[in-house]
């Protein structure tokens, strides 16, 4: 690992090698077929505490940790964003999918020290035409953001093509998250806003690590945390979605870590 002469905001960012590289496939990969293994869960009955269980269940059976567990006092292996709620949804037994939701599963399995971040939005049973829509879109969106990633390309190109995608179906992008740096670092530079202006900020370099993880709202951007600290949701009620990859800049384009061998 090297740092590039690029700084955000004063802070280095890192540039890994191969061998970390190899590291991040691993933790990836756990993590893609966690949200491969809950999928067939993901149904009408049952409770988000229940999902979160089995997710953890299966992170520690492929050897890894669930990184949110202590993580700024969070307790779960899991946040699991139903209908409104943006992100950070806490598991709970009392949240109980019903046909029609649309939920956001996000796992982070640390392995060796490396993390793997990805999260997917499930469709219980058949969904309404907006919910569709809004869930298709958000996931072209993530994958808009990600084709933009080669060297010398700019985080503002990544942020502009996410943003466009979701105007043209007429949603608005989260501007209060954003992805982030990711390898030994849960949450490290760069910061990866999910809107922004072509040709603006950090320069991408080979053996760049971050997610790309844009929330998109069928209303408006503006999102509120409630009481407990974390749970998130639209401050108009609207929906949300949300979709997330691990990945690195290469010397020609990106490596996804968290694709599923399952195509997603
Ligand atoms: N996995 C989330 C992300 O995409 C972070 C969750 S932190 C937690 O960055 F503490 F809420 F779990
Ligand atoms: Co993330
Ligand atoms: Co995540």
Request: glycine share 10%; aromatic share 8%; net charge negative.
């Amino acid at each position: 690992m090297r740092y590039s002469t690029q700084t955000e905001h004063g802070k280095p960012i890192r540039l890994h090698d191969a061998d970390d590289f190899i590291a991040m496939r691993i933790a990836g990969k756990i993590a893609a077929e966690t949200l491969d293994f809950i999928t067939p869960y993901v149904k009408a009955g049952v409770s988000t505490a229940e999902l979160d269980r089995l997710c953890e269940e299966f992170m520690r059976a492929a050897g890894s940790i669930p990184a949110t567990i202590d993580y700024h006092g969070y307790r779960h292996a899991s946040c699991i964003s139903v209908n409104h709620v943006v992100t950070h949804g806490i598991p709970s037994a009392s949240k109980i999918l019903k046909t029609g939701d649309i939920l956001n599963i996000d796992v982070t399995p640390k392995i060796n020290g490396w993390h793997g971040d990805t999260s997917r939005t499930y469709k219980v049973g058949a969904v309404s035409i907006l919910a569709n829509r809004l869930v298709d879109t958000t996931y072209a969106a993530m994958m808009a953001g990600i084709k933009e990633v080669r060297p010398g390309a700019t985080l503002g190109d990544v942020g502009a093509a996410i943003e466009a995608v979701a105007r043209a179906e007429r949603f608005s992008s989260v501007r209060d998250f954003c992805g982030h740096g990711v390898g030994q670092v849960f949450h490290d530079t760069p910061l990866v806003l999910h809107y922004g202006k072509r040709g603006t900020g950090t320069v991408l370099e080979p053996g760049m690590f971050f997610t790309i993880e844009p929330m998109l709202n069928a209303g408006s951007f503006e999102v509120k945390v409630l009481g407990d600290g974390w749970t998130t949701v639209t401050k108009d009620h609207s929906l949300s979605a949300q979709f997330e990859h691990t990945l690195a800049v290469t010397e020609t384009g990106f490596e996804i870590f968290t694709l599923s061998a399952l195509g997603e």
